[in-house]
C-alpha cells in the first residue's frame, strides 16, 4: 500500500511528531510504502529528503506555533501525482489537514483523519479576546470540514468525543493506539552518574521527571506549585523537567517566585537516547496536566520502566492501572504522599515495579500500530463515506473510483 501522511508538526518534541514518527516506522516495516508532507519553518521553498516533503510555514498562534503556507505547496501535488497513493492520512487539523483533503479530493482518493490534539479549537491563543475568538472559529471551521469529508475518524483520546460533542460535530470515529519506540526507550540497568550530574541530582536526592513541550496544556505551572506545597527540603526530592516551549522562561521564573529552584532542574531539551537515560535516573514520571490529548512522554517513560503520577482527569490517566504502572492523584497532598512513598522503595521494590511497568507496555508495538491502521485504510477504501453522502443527496467525492489504477 502507498501512503501519502501529512502532518502540521515538524517539531521533533511534540506529540504530534512522536505520533507521525512512530507511525511511520510501523508502515515501513509491514511493507507499505509512505511519504510523509510536513512543515519547515526555515525553509523557502518545499525540499524532500527521506521519504518526507518539507514545506514552508510560517508564524502562527496556533498550538505548534507555525502552520504551512498552503500557497506554496503546488510542488507537493506535482510529487502527490508521481507518488500516486492508495490512501491520503492527516494527523492534524489545521491547514496542512485541509491541504491532505485537497489532495485527496483532486485524486479522487479515501481521506482518513487522526486527532491528535483539538487545543487551538478549545483554549485562547492568549493575543487578545477577538483575535482569540476568530483563530477558535477558524479552528472549528477547519476540524468541522475535515470530520465531515473522512472517510474513516481515529482518535488515541477517549475525550475526544465529548469535544466533539461540544462543539456540535457529530461523526463515527474508533480509537486508535497511541504508539511509543519501544527500541528506543527501554529500562537502563545500573547508575549513570553522568546523567545524574547533568541533571543536577545530589547522591541522597530522589528525582522524579516531567517531559514535554512548555506551553499551554502541559501542566507545569500547576505542578510547581504542587511541588512547592507537598514537598519539603527534608524530602531530599528533586524535579527534573525536560523540554523547552514558548512557556520555557515564564515557567522558570515561576520557580524562583516560589522559592523552589533549588529543588528544580530546568533539563531544556533532551535527544531521544539521553531522555530514556533521564528516566533510568529518575524514580517516576510526573505530570499535572488535565489535557484532554494523549501525551507521548508519560508512555515513553513507561517504556523505559519508569511508573507515571497523573492528574486523574487527564487523558494518559486511562491508561493508568494503579499500583502496576503508575498513581493517580487530584491534589497536592495525594502527590506529595504519593512522591514520598515511591521515594522510599528499597532497590527490590524499584526493579520490581519498573518490570512491571515495562510489561504494561507490551501492546504498544510498531507491530500493533500497522496492523490496526493498514485496517483503517482498508475500512476507507472499502467503505467509502462517498457513498452516504450521495445517498443523503450531499456533495458526491468519488474517493473510490481510481483505485483500480493504484497498487494495492
Known amino acids: 500500500m502507498r501512503i501519502a501522511l501529512f502532518s502540521g508538526a515538524s517539531n521533533a ?9 512512530i507511525l511511520k516506522k510501523s508502515l515501513s516495516r509491514a511493507g507499505h510504502t509512505v511519504l510523509l508532507v510536513t512543515c519547515d519553518p526555515e525553509a523557502d521553498d518545499c525540499y524532500t529528503q527521506d521519504d518526507t516533503i518539507f514545506c514552508p510555514a510560517k508564524v502562527s498562534s496556533n498550538y505548534y506555533g507555525y502552520s504551512v503556507k498552503s500557497s506554496m505547496l503546488s510542488p507537493v501535488y506535482d510529487i502527490m501525482e508521481a507518488f500516486r497513493p492508495n490512501i491520503i492520512h492527516a494527523v492534524t487539523a489545521d ?3 485541509l491541504s491532505a483533503l485537497h489532495v485527496a479530493e483532486i485524486n479522487q482518493l479515501p481521506f482518513v ?7 487551538d479549537t478549545t483554549e485562547d491563543a492568549g493575543v487578545n479576546r477577538v483575535y482569540d475568538s476568530l483563530l477558535k472559529m477558524k479552528a472549528r471551521s477547519t476540524l468541522r470540514k475535515l470530520c465531515t469529508a473522512a472517510d474513516t475518524i481515529c482518535v488515541p483520546s477517549g475525550k475526544t468525543k465529548d469535544i466533539l460533542r461540544k462543539l456540535d460535530i457529530h461523526c463515527k470515529m474508533h ?8 527500541e528506543t526507550f527501554s529500562p537502563i540497568h545500573g547508575i549513570d552518574l553522568e546523567m545524574r550530574e547533568q541533571l543536577q541530582i545530589q547522591a541522597d536526592e530522589t528525582a522524579f521527571v516531567f517531559a514535554g513541550r512548555l506551553m499551554g496544556d502541559c ?3 500547576e505542578l510547581l506549585q504542587y511541588w512547592n506545597s507537598s514537598v519539603s527540603v527534608q524530602d531530599r526530592l528533586r524535579l527534573i523537567i525536560a523540554g523547552s516551549g514558548p512557556d520555557s522562561a515564564i515557567l522558570t521564573e515561576r520557580a524562583k517566585m516560589l522559592g523552589i529552584s533549588s529543588k528544580v532542574t530546568f533539563a531544556g531539551d533532551l535527544s531521544k537516547d539521553d531522555l530514556n537515560r533521564c528516566f533510568s535516573c529518575c524514580r517516576a514520571f510526573v505530570s499535572a496536566s488535565k489535557s484532554a490529548a494523549i501525551k507521548a512522554s508519560p508512555l515513553e517513560a513507561m517504556a523505559a520502566g519508569l511508573p507515571v503520577l497523573l492528574e486523574q482527569s487527564s487523558a494518559n490517566a486511562e491508561l493508568v492501572r494503579e499500583g502496576v504502572n503508575g498513581f493517580l492523584f487530584e491534589h497536592a497532598s495525594q502527590l506529595g504522599d504519593k512522591l514520598r512513598m515511591l521515594s522510599e522503595l528499597d532497590l527490590e521494590g524499584e526493579g ?7 510489561r504494561s507496555t507490551a501492546g504498544l508495538t510498531c507491530e500493533a500500530l500497522a496492523a490496526i491502521m493498514v485496517q483503517d485504510y482498508r475500512n476507507a477504501m472499502e467503505h467509502p463515506r462517498s457513498v452516504e453522502k450521495a445517498n443523503s443527496g450531499s456533495m458526491h467525492i468519488h474517493h473510490a473510483s481510481k483505485k483500480s489504477q493504484h497498487n494495492h
Do not use: E, I, Q
Open 113 to 119: 483523519l487522526t486527532l491528535l490534539n483539538l487545543y
Open 95 to 97: 491547514d496542512m489537514g
Open 352 to 358: 520490581l515495579l519498573r518490570k512491571l511497568v515495562r
Open 13 to 21: 518534541h511534540s506529540d504530534a511528531s512522536a505520533y507521525v514518527s
Open 219 to 221: 501542566g507545569v505551572n
Open 175 to 182: 480509537r486508535s493506539p497511541f504508539c511509543v519506540d519501544l
